[in-house]
């Protein structure tokens, strides 16, 4: 169920969570998750929400940017971050590791 990020708190709890997953799997994400995260807050145009079950958050944040809605997943498979279109079952736009740049990142969320 989605929960929306209502204050700073709850968007720490969800980045640690992240990074300590991906860390207990050689940490192909740990450092552009960081940066990812950035970005959001820059350019977010609506709420951020986080997927939470049972009091527990999970791999996937949903945000509006410029009026589109996007889902950013943890993906096990890849160690990577894909970002999708509108819900986690949407198209891949774009997928994120340690590889990238933070100015890879800049340049993807300038192009939203």
């Known amino acids: ?6 204050d700073l708190q709850i968007l720490q709890r969800y980045i640690q969570g992240v990074m300590e ?3 207990h799997r050689a940490g192909g994400v740990d450092e552009i998750c960081l940066a990812i995260a950035g970005a959001i807050i820059w ?3 609506g709420d951020i929400e986080v997927f939470e079950r049972e009091g527990e958050m999970k791999n996937v944040l949903w945000v509006n940017i410029d009026n589109k809605r996007y889902a950013f997943t943890y993906e ?3 160690d990577s ?3 999708k279109e509108g819900s986690t ?5 774009i997928s994120f590791t340690n590889e990238n740049t933070a100015g890879d990142v800049k340049n993807f969320f300038s192009s939203l």
């Open 89 to 93: 079952q949407g198209d891949v736009i």
């Open 76 to 78: 096990h498979d890849t």
């Open 43 to 45: 350019t977010k145009s």
């Open 1 to 6: 169920m989605p929960r929306k990020v209502t």
């Open 81 to 83: 971050i894909d970002i």
């Open 21 to 23: 997953r991906a860390e």
